[in-house]
């Protein structure tokens, strides 16, 4: 009985597992049966069975695999070097924070606290704003034992629509202008599917997204003046849509292409207003971890360096500012990697927990 001669001639297949010799004299069919293989003579028209064994995937190496591995070489190394140029490139100067008038949202806990106490080491005038009062004043007071020159507060609850209006005012009026507007605060509902509710999407709208239009409506004119900063601290939620999120992830989203527009304006315009825009991961506060508990395997960022991080940012002018910093990489590949980017977040949730929250 006749074996069948491994191919690597003309019609061979690259990485394959058969090939045939010549094309000219005869042609291999797959036939069922293990390793059976028909023979076709096109002079006899006819057919006779041979046992064949398969050709490894190794034993025909592919022409073009040392370019494209050489490729895929030059392409990471590239990508390498970008992030390392990013983030290699610090210009931060913390005097340049010294005697600067900040008004900052979100400022009783997370985030905005450990913001507050940075600005207040670094010699900045504050005006710090929150719900809860109690919390606003025990972070007063530890600003001014940090070193802040001056320190003011304003209890608001973002959902008032009178509310952002009244809190730049009192901004304006205290420290007589503005140099940075950090927008940190939040608004949410535990994460599941009644979240979706026509109610909790509107009270979210309004605290996560209109209150920041309003604050940087009312407070534009005087960081024109001053040539100053607006600091939006926003979410992965804002650039990567995931389950169980809708209307928290609608704010976000909003968010990114309202001040993304506003900066185009603003460059058309010639106007000195720099927008830092800040993806963070889960916020590092009591109430954030309450709201996923069960649903989402994510451990929440370090608050201080999360905070140093977006301060680095808008002093330096930055237009973007992820931390953690592989955030960045997840952004640049999400429309690039639809799948990997959905098996990537399945990891992170527990989709049982929340279908049923």
Known sequence: ????????????????????????????????????????SPNTHQTRWLWARPVPATSVPCPSAGPQRTMKV??????????????????????SLQGARVL??????????????????LGSHLVLTARTEALLQKVVGNCRKLGAPKVFYIAADMASPEAPESVVQFALDKLGGLDYLVLNHIGGVPAGTRART???????M??????????????LPSLTDSKGSLVVVSSLLGRVPTSFSTPYSAAKFALDSFFGSLRRELDVQDVNVAITMCVLGLRDRASAAEAVRGVTRVKAAPGPKAALA????????????????????????????PRPRAWFIRQDLNVTVAAAA
């Open 104 to 121: 900052l949202t979100g400022a009783s806990a997370g985030v905005g606290e450990e913001l507050a106490y940075h600005y207040a080491r």
């Open 74 to 95: 030059l392409l990471l190394t590239g990508l390498g070097a970008l992030f390392f140029a990013y983030y290699w490139d610090d210009n931060f100067d913390p005097a």
């Open 206 to 219: 309004q605290v996560n997204f209109l209150s920041y239009v309003q604050l940087t409506s009312r407070a």
């Open 198 to 204: 026509p109610q909790a999407t509107r009270w979210l």
């Open 1 to 40: 009985m006749e074996r069948a001669e491994k191919g690597g001639g003309r019609g061979s297949r690259c990485g394959g597992s058969w090939s045939h010799r010549g094309g000219l004299d005869r042609w291999w069919l797959w036939r069922g049966g293990r390793g059976s293989k028909a023979v076709a």
């Open 310 to 337: 977006v301060i680095r940012g808008g002093a330096t002018r930055a237009a973007g500012v992820f931390y953690p910093w592989r955030f960045h990489l997840l952004c640049l590949l999400r429309r690039w990697l």
